[in-house]
């Protein structure tokens, strides 16, 4: 569950004095899935609209290490999760 609760020290740490758009993407798609799982919900979207191919590639990969499921349609990145 510590997962869910907080990013650790180092991560929020890194986050804050990267100005790089990998952290931006990471952090939105964070806030996402936040918000989908304080609704209940198994899913989300993000907008990719204007996303370097290399940032969403990146988030893809992670979101894959972590177990999720993801599809990217145009400008849409749809992510879910279910056990």
Known sequence: MND???MSAIAAHNAAG???TQTDRMLATNAAIQTAVTSNLFT???SVSGWKSDDLQWVLE???IKGYTRSVTTTTLTITWSF
């Open 4 to 6: 869910i609760v907080l």
């Open 18 to 20: 990267d100005t790089g």
């Open 44 to 46: 989300c979207t993000v």
């Open 62 to 64: 992670q979101l894959q």
